[in-house]
């Protein structure tokens, strides 16, 4: 059993042709099987978390009631990106696995979408956001090792509180960047097979191989894909992060949620200033760094 499809080319070279599409059961089984692990380990054996340290009073009461957690840009994009993200998943998959409807079309309108959502958010990060909120700093590397360590039943410190994001979240974003890229990437080339409103239809733009394996790589991100989007959509609905997924939708968080979570020095919020409820930034909390709110 292959992990690739191939075929011989019109001069008798073998050349792959994409991926064999039993891995998109390999991909479903994998993150059902996280899911059902993850949710038995938390239901029966997880300890309640603890964290080191606690915000002083002054700081906490300088937290308002409301904490803004992500702009409305910020959440436009997520919601933009996502749903070009299922159809795409969607449009390729059902095909494979027998229900058959004329999907490129959508998919090549999904993969434009995303491409145009993906680049403004790379601008919008790198020039509004905070840029490094979302990679892992020496702290969550030093959080990492006290809770394998801890996990493992060794003696360690608890880890501290989480900046804006905790490092699972940083981890699953660097993944969907490198997945996230490659269907881009490759998809953009892929437009070249088929007909699209942006450039006239060229199969002959790379030989065979390139082709086969610009498609090997598009299936293997693509399949990637389906397993992290189950696992990313299941944290959003679990219970206890509801209060951040709140915050995808209304763009800010309950004060008491991030007080229990997240460290005011590493994730610095704006208050309000006492006479108005415009956030400035003589007013924010002392700490290390800016926060976005985005
Ligand atoms: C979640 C993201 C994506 C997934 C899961 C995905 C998956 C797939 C799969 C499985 C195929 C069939 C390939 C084959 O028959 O060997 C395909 C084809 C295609 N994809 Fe994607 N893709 C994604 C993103 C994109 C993006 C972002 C673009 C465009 C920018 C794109 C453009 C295309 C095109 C044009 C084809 C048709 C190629 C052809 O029929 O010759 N895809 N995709
Ligand atoms: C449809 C169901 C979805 C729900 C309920 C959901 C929920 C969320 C929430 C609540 C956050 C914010 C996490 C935080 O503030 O810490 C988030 C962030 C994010 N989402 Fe989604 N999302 C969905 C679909 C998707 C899809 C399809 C993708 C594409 C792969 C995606 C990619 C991301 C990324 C890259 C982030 C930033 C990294 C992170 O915070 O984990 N989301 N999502």
């Known amino acids: 059993m292959g992990f690739l499809e191939w075929a011989t080319s019109p001069w008798g070279q073998s050349v792959p042709i994409h991926i064999a599409w039993f891995l ?9 099987v996280f899911l059902i692990v993850h949710a038995i380990w938390l ?53 494979k696995v027998g229900v058959q409807f004329p999907w490129v079309t ?4 999904a993969g434009a979408v995303l491409t145009v959502s993906v680049v403004f958010h790379i601008i919008h990060a790198s020039f509004w956001l905070d840029f490094w909120s979302i990679w ?33 979240n940083k981890l699953f974003h660097g993944v969907i960047i490198l997945c996230g890229l490659s269907v881009i990437l490759t998809g953009v080339f892929m437009m070249f097979r088929v007909r699209t409103i942006f450039f006239p239809r060229d199969p002959y733009l790379f030989g065979d191989m ?39 939708i209304f763009g800010w968080m309950d004060r008491d949620f991030y007080l229990e979570e997240h460290d005011p020095e590493r994730w610095v919020v704006e208050t309000p200033p006492p006479s108005s409820s415009l956030p400035s930034i003589s007013n924010r909390v002392e700490g290390r760094g800016l926060t976005d709110a985005g």
Do not use: C, N
Request: hydrophobic share 50%; no cysteine.
């Open 106 to 109: 959508y998919h090549w309108i």
């Open 43 to 95: 239901r029966y054996f997880a300890k309640p978390r603890e964290f080191a340290g606690a915000a002083s009073p002054q700081v906490s009461a300088g937290i308002p009631k409301h904490v803004p957690r992500h702009s409305l840009v910020a959440r436009l994009f997520h919601w933009i990106m996502a749903a070009s993200m299922l159809t795409l998943l969607f449009t390729a998959f059902l095909p």
């Open 210 to 248: 390139t082709w086969g394996l610009m498609y090997v790589l598009h299936g293997l991100a693509g399949v990637g894909l389906i397993a992290l989007v189950m696992m990313h959509v299941y944290f959003g609905l679990r219970p206890e992060k509801l209060a951040i997924t709140k915050s995808m």
């Open 24 to 32: 998109i059961w390999v991909s479903v089984i994998a993150g059902l």
């Open 136 to 168: 892992p700093d020496k702290i969550d590397r030093e959080d990492a090792w006290r809770r394998v360590r801890r996990f493992a039943g060794r003696s360690a410190p608890p880890p501290r509180k989480f900046a804006k994001y905790p490092l699972e």
